[in-house]
């Protein structure tokens, strides 16, 4: 049988590759940082989710190789049974103080958060109601769950709010959108969200993944952004991104919400714990944001300047508040051949194009870091600058 599945799966790689289309990963044989080095020759990394410069944190790391001193390497076990030790409930609790909520779960990672939040709270008599840009975790999630699904446009209060009418005729609904939106670098505007959902009687849902540590006065994410702690029901986030860039998950919020999910979710009982050295690490970046917020202040000043300078030489760039820079090249074609000249430059980007991002919306993803001092965002700028020329890019 496999035979012929082989000549399918070739053919399919062979179109993938003949669109210019390809993924290729390309091998980074440092830790990481704001300089990596990639076959063999050092380059500025201006693609990676390393909001806060935390990834290679000396503090961190030895917090991580502390903890695996005290408490091991890892749990071999799952929560219930024998995988709880005191940093978990630890870690679940600064978790909590940071968002402002009354209790939070860990999970392996964010997809396994959002893949394990509705089934166990929402059956076919409830409604979910979804921005059309929610991440791909938030979409296989809600496919788990028998609830009615509603899709609204992105940020398009008037459709919401069209589906909460219609969904007026199911038991519970929640609404359910991502913080920022990775694509794009939008902040959901939260405020008019949390205001429709007291008027239609729902729950709210947001993924933290790319706004925590990042929008907010402080970056605590949108209850601090649109002062509406309280209003949120469930966060789901992830410490693989801000917050040292490892791996796990979280979802946090209402104290019976937890509880439940402790008792049904399915990632949750069926997948080992986080490991100690995670747990750990985590902890320790939570003391360092409670100390000081030097770390989000030098990502805000990056992202402004970055912008600035971009929109000044004439890219075309979407709208963003958070540290996500869309620089818009419409074919994915070019997104790919433009991604690869900067390489060449020393600056390591990614482009994305369908199905990533819509059909015709190819782009590449900058993504800024508090580790970028100011001569690392002036070459990459003057390598967009160069590479457009030499590509014959009009914007």
Wanted: charged share 25%; hydrophobic share 40%.
């Amino acid at each position: 049988m496999y035979g012929d599945l082989k000549k399918y799966l070739t053919a399919e790689l062979q179109s993938i590759e003949d669109a210019g289309l390809y993924k290729k990963e390309r091998i980074i044989t440092s830790s990481q940082s704001s300089e990596i080095e990639v076959g063999g020759k050092t380059v500025l990394n201006f693609c990676a989710n390393n909001y806060l410069g935390l990834s290679n944190n000396a503090r961190i790391i030895e917090a991580a190789k502390r903890t695996m001193d005290t408490h091991g390497f890892g749990m071999s076990s799952v929560r219930f049974i024998c995988g709880t030790q005191d940093i978990h409930k630890r870690l679940e609790a600064a978790v909590s103080n940071y968002f402002g909520t009354e209790d939070t779960i860990l999970y392996a990672a964010c997809f396994d958060a959002n893949g394990g939040v509705f089934e166990p709270l929402f059956s076919d008599e409830d409604a979910i109601i979804s921005d059309s840009l929610n991440h791909a975790s938030i979409i296989d999630g809600v496919r788990l769950c028998k609830a009615k699904r509603y899709r609204y446009a992105n940020a398009d209060m008037n459709e919401l709010e069209n589906c909460l009418l219609e969904a007026q005729a199911q038991r519970f609904r929640i609404i359910v959108t991502d913080g920022v939106f990775s694509m794009d670098g939008n902040v959901a505007p939260m405020d008019k969200i949390c205001n429709l959902a007291e008027k239609y009687k729902a729950l709210v849902m947001v993924d933290e993944c790319h706004s925590a540590g990042v929008v907010g006065k402080t970056g605590r994410g949108v209850n601090e952004l649109f002062n509406i702690c309280g209003h949120i029901d469930i966060h789901t986030g992830t410490f693989g991104k801000a917050f040292g860039g490892g791996i796990g998950g979280f979802t946090t919020g209402r104290k019976e919400i937890i509880d439940l999910l402790r008792q049904r979710s399915r990632p949750y009982l069926f997948s080992n714990s986080i490991p100690p050295a995670i747990a750990g690490a985590s902890l320790e970046v939570f003391k360092m944001l409670d100390e000081s917020d030097a770390f989000h202040s030098s990502l805000v000043e990056n992202v402004e300047y970055f912008r600035t300078k971009m929109l000044a030489s004439g890219f075309d760039i979407k709208p963003t508040q958070s540290a996500i820079c869309a620089v818009m090249l419409y074919d994915a074609k070019l997104s790919q051949e433009f991604a690869a000249r900067m390489l060449d430059e020393g600056i390591y980007v990614t482009g994305f194009y369908y199905p990533v991002v819509p059909h015709g919306q190819a782009r590449i993803r900058v993504q800024l870091s508090a580790a970028h001092n100011r001569t690392h965002l002036d070459k990459c700028i003057n390598a967009f600058n160069k590479v457009r020329g030499e590509l014959r890019v009009k914007n």
